[in-house]
């Protein structure tokens, strides 16, 4: 058995050394050996340390106890911070330090294991002259040795198998956010110019916050401090009118996200009220998510918090194509592997494994697929009965995959109950009035979820209602204008291209039927008219058109 002993790891890094040497090598390297013979070294021997071995510019060094490694890191970084005190800001020098308390096995007169690696990342994921511990480490210093180390929660670190709850100083890390949601603050802003109308910036800050209160993927925070997103609110008003600008900021990078101006068609206060409100919200929701993603995209996977895998998953459903769907579901999948439980984490999973089909394939979904998805999505309900998404999601397991229309419009409905003006509810409902015989009140829905966020990335599937709604109702040369838009939002889907083929054939238009076929051919070269599989109407009507549509364009 190889030997092993517990011992505190701390290892420090030099930030920008690199970028230093290449502006002076010389100076650098004098300059780094002074830190180490004048402050690093005589600190580690004073608070008992050893030095293992010098990783380049870093340093590996064994403490036997944790209170001496972390005093050793404060007096450290606080006499980096004196010595800068003299030097010009690009020429500044900073260490990174993590430190971690475990079990290391010694060989000779190095050491290694998962103490080492652990505090390794602890390293690398610490600011520039900040640190970083572990909770063992935490744990083990007394309670006056605690003051100024910040919880960011349990973190995961690649190739190391357990999670590791992480403390920082000398504050909390910008860039992690343990178990929380995005934050997003609503700015206090003063109304715009013009004539002061009945609308003012309170009212709609009101408003607002009550909406993004509704949403699922995000929370509201009590103060900037703790944010991670900020939403600025503006109000022009006068003479019956009024405009109302927003803008969401990044805390992190200071840059804006999202921006909208928004002109209510009513000059009635409470009816500019119901039109601003969902339709800023429902951007917010986007932009944080989808600004969110992208950073987490350059995090390894396995370093991601539950809710940072989550965030993740949500925005990865944003892409228009079967990938995107299942990589969302994917996404979902590892979050259940941190918590088997959690509802939000069923309601991905089973949206990803159940809709991905319906959405953006063309087969019929498979039985076995669909029962496991509705199994996840009924405990999720058992857990979380107040989520928008959910119940959207339950409901298109019902009409997709079961064709089940009764339990689909509930469904929709309990959606519509959580939050009034949630695009993904007024989907649902209208895809399920469609394809249950009542395609005109489908295409108000439809058309309804469109209007509250042209810019949400699932416009492409409310259109395609809305489009089988037209078709429905035997408004073929509307339908195929629709499906037309549809493809040009999201191109080459082998749903929009079926739709827009069968809408072409009964408008009279061959040639364009024909050559809308020619392209779903060379997307989905597999793809017969016999294998298309039925969609979810009552009477079977739209599929028997859509097959007619198929065999004589393919024929053609």
Same mark, same amino acid.
């Given at each position: 058995?190889?030997?092993?002993?517990?011992?505190?790891?701390?290892?420090?890094?030099?930030?920008?050394?690199?970028?230093?040497?290449?502006?002076?090598?010389?100076?650098?390297?004098?300059?780094?050996?002074?830190?180490?013979?004048?402050?690093?070294?005589?600190?580690?021997?004073?608070?008992?340390?050893?030095?293992?071995?010098?990783?380049?510019?870093?340093?590996?060094?064994?403490?036997?106890?944790?209170?001496?490694?972390?005093?050793?890191?404060?007096?450290?970084?606080?006499?980096?911070?004196?010595?800068?005190?003299?030097?010009?800001d690009g020429l500044r020098l900073h260490w990174r330090i993590g430190i971690n308390f475990d079990a290391v096995h010694p060989d000779g007169d190095d050491l290694y294991g998962d103490g080492v690696n652990v505090a390794a990342r602890l390293e690398?994921?610490?600011?520039?002259?900040?640190?970083?511990?572990?909770?063992?480490?935490?744990?083990?210093?007394?309670?006056? #040795?605690?003051?100024?180390?910040?919880?960011?929660? *349990? /973190?995961?670190?690649?190739?190391?198998? @357990? &999670? !590791?709850?992480?403390?920082?100083?000398?504050?909390?890390?910008?860039?992690?956010?343990?178990?929380t949601k995005p934050l997003v603050f609503i700015e206090p802003t003063a109304d715009g110019g013009g004539e002061r109308g009945a609308l003012s910036v309170a009212m709609v800050a009101q408003e607002v916050?009550?909406?993004?209160?509704?949403?699922?993927?995000?929370?509201?925070?009590?103060?900037?401090?703790?944010?991670?997103?900020?939403?600025?609110?503006?109000?022009?008003?006068?003479?019956?009118?009024?405009?109302?600008?927003?803008?969401?900021?990044?805390?992190?990078?200071?840059?804006?996200?999202?921006?909208?101006?928004?002109?209510?068609?009513?000059?009635? #206060?409470?009816?500019?009220?119901?039109?601003?409100? *969902? /339709?800023?919200?429902?951007?917010?929701? @986007? &932009? !944080?998510?989808?600004?969110?993603?992208?950073?987490?995209?350059?995090?390894?996977?396995?370093?991601?918090?539950?809710?940072?895998?989550?965030?993740?998953?949500?925005?990865?459903?944003?892409?228009?194509?079967?990938?995107?769907?299942?990589?969302?579901?994917?996404?979902?999948?590892?979050?259940?592997g941190l918590q088997p439980a959690n509802p939000m984490a069923l309601a991905m999973a089973a949206a990803g494994l159940g809709l991905a089909e319906s959405l953006y394939g063309w087969r019929t979904p498979d039985p076995a697929v669909i029962a496991l998805a509705l199994n996840r999505a009924r405990e999720a309900l058992r857990a979380l009965n107040r989520s928008d998404m959910l119940h959207a999601a339950h409901a298109g397991l019902h009409l997709y995959g079961m064709r089940q229309w009764a339990d689909a419009r509930a469904a929709a409905n309990r959606s519509l109950q959580v939050n009034p003006d949630y695009n993904m509810g007024l989907w649902m409902l209208a895809a399920t009035e469609t394809f249950d015989g009542q395609p005109l009140h489908g295409l108000e829905l439809a058309d309804r979820a469109v209007d509250i966020e042209p810019r949400d990335p699932y416009v492409h599937l409310y259109r395609?209602?809305?489009?089988?709604?037209?078709?429905?109702?035997d408004r073929h040369a509307e339908a195929a204008q629709r499906f037309l838009e549809t493809d040009q939002m999201a191109p080459d889907l082998a749903p929009n291209l079926i739709g827009l083929a069968t809408a072409l054939h009964f408008s009279g238009d061959m040639a364009g039927a024909q050559r809308t076929v020619l392209r779903l051919r060379e997307v989905?070269?597999?793809?017969?008219?016999?294998?298309?599989?039925?969609?979810?109407?009552?009477?079977?009507?739209?599929?028997?058109?859509?097959?007619?549509?198929?065999?004589?364009?393919w024929l053609a």
């Open positions: 058995m190889i030997p092993s002993r517990h011992a505190a790891i701390l290892m420090m890094d030099l930030v920008g050394y690199s970028r230093l040497m290449g502006l002076d090598e010389t100076g650098t390297l004098a300059r780094l050996k002074a830190l180490r013979t004048e402050l690093v070294n005589p600190l580690i021997a004073a608070h008992g340390g050893r030095l293992v071995k010098l990783l380049g510019d870093g340093a590996l060094t064994e403490f036997a106890d944790p209170g001496s490694a972390a005093a050793c890191a404060l007096q450290i970084q606080r006499g980096m911070q004196e010595r800068g005190q003299h030097e010009a690398g994921m610490a600011e520039p002259g900040g640190i970083l511990i572990s909770e063992s480490v935490l744990e083990a210093l007394p309670e006056s #040795a605690r003051d100024g180390f910040f919880d960011n929660g *349990p /973190r995961r670190f690649k190739n190391i198998v @357990r &999670a !590791v709850r992480v403390w920082s100083w000398p504050r909390k890390l910008p860039s992690l956010r343990g178990q916050q009550m909406h993004l209160g509704r949403l699922t993927g995000l929370a509201l925070a009590g103060d900037r401090a703790h944010a991670h997103y900020a939403l600025a609110l503006r109000v022009v008003a006068g003479a019956g009118r009024a405009r109302v600008y927003s803008t969401v900021h990044s805390i992190e990078s200071g840059q804006p996200i999202w921006s909208n101006r928004i002109e209510p068609p009513s000059g009635d #206060a409470l009816e500019m009220l119901d039109h601003c409100a *969902p /339709r800023i919200a429902m951007g917010v929701r @986007r &932009a !944080v998510a989808t600004d969110d993603a992208q950073r987490l995209a350059r995090v390894p996977l396995d370093e991601l918090s539950f809710e940072e895998v989550l965030s993740l998953g949500g925005a990865t459903f944003f892409q228009p194509t079967m990938a995107g769907w299942r990589g969302g579901g994917e996404l979902a999948e590892v979050a259940l395609r209602v809305g489009a089988y709604a037209c078709m429905a109702m989905e070269p597999s793809l017969t008219p016999d294998e298309v599989g039925p969609l979810p109407d009552r009477d079977g009507r739209l599929s028997e058109r859509v097959r007619l549509a198929l065999r004589q364009a």
